[in-house]
């Protein structure tokens, strides 16, 4: 079974930047979607954005769309997230996903702080 373990978070400032990235293990995920959402506080969960294992093609939602750039290292089965010009409207968890075969599998989240 394979497990993800997000990382990069932290206490940034307003407009500064942050790298986020998720680690798998246990499975070859180099085949599979992954991608990455977020928990902001009062907030349904949102998805920032995706890319699938057949290609290279990313998909964003519009969260995060124009601040974040999604990109990913197959051989090394880990993804990342590029996010800039955080505002405190970013703070929250960010989760890294990965569906397998049509079940679901999430990491534990990575916090983000941005003090004002």
């Known amino acids: 079974q394979v497990q993800l373990v997000e990382s990069g978070g932290g206490v940034v400032h307003p407009g500064e930047s942050l790298r986020l990235s998720c680690a798998a293990s246990?499975?070859?995920?180099?085949?599979?979607?992954m991608g990455w959402h977020r928990q902001l506080p009062g907030k349904d969960r949102q998805w920032i954005a995706s890319?699938?294992?057949?290609?290279?093609?990313?998909y964003y939602g519009d969260s995060m769309r124009g601040r974040a750039v999604l990109s990913r290292d197959y051989a090394k089965n880990i993804v990342y997230l590029q996010m800039n010009a955080l505002t405190p409207e970013d703070a929250g968890v960010y989760y890294c996903k990965t569906v397998i075969r049509g079940e679901e599998y999430w990491g534990q989240g990575t916090q983000v702080t941005v003090s004002s």
């Open positions: 246990g499975a070859d995920v180099s085949r599979d979607a």
């Open positions: 890319v699938f294992g057949s290609d290279s093609t990313r």
